[in-house]
């Protein structure tokens, strides 16, 4: 079955840094874009970055761009999210998804697998 397993959160002062990773599994990875979801407690899910299926295409919310960068490495079955300069308003839930045949579109709905999240926290 389809398997996404993020890593790489983790507890970090703001300025810092972290990448995340997001291993996939069980599809044909080179067929979807992938993309990174946050969510803060007591906060609805939003849009961080996605790239597409092709990679030639990528994708940022306003609060991350210029800061974050999205990667993939299909030979790896993994895409990544640098996060230099981290800011406490960064804190939340991570979780990456994929979309089949994708140009990397911010609607979550859009994307059919999900992983469980990984927490990045950060202290002001």
């Known amino acids: 079955q389809v398997q996404l397993v993020e890593s790489g959160g983790g507890l970090v002062q703001a300025g810092g840094s972290l990448r995340l990773s997001c291993a996939a599994s069980?599809?044909?990875?080179?067929?979807?874009?992938m993309g990174w979801f946050r969510q803060a407690p007591g906060k609805e899910r939003e849009f961080v970055a996605a790239?597409?299926?092709?990679?030639?295409?990528?994708n940022y919310a306003d609060s991350v761009k210029g800061r974050f960068t999205i990667s993939r490495d299909s030979a790896k079955n993994t895409v990544y999210l640098q996060m230099p300069g981290l800011k406490p308003e960064d804190t939340a839930m991570y979780y990456c998804?994929?979309?089949?045949w994708g140009s990397g579109h911010p609607k979550s709905s859009d994307y059919t697998y999900w992983g469980q999240g990984t927490q990045v926290t950060v202290s002001s």
């Open positions: 998804a994929a979309d089949l």
């Open positions: 069980g599809l044909t990875f080179s067929n979807y874009a």
């Open positions: 790239i597409s299926w092709a990679g030639g295409n990528t």
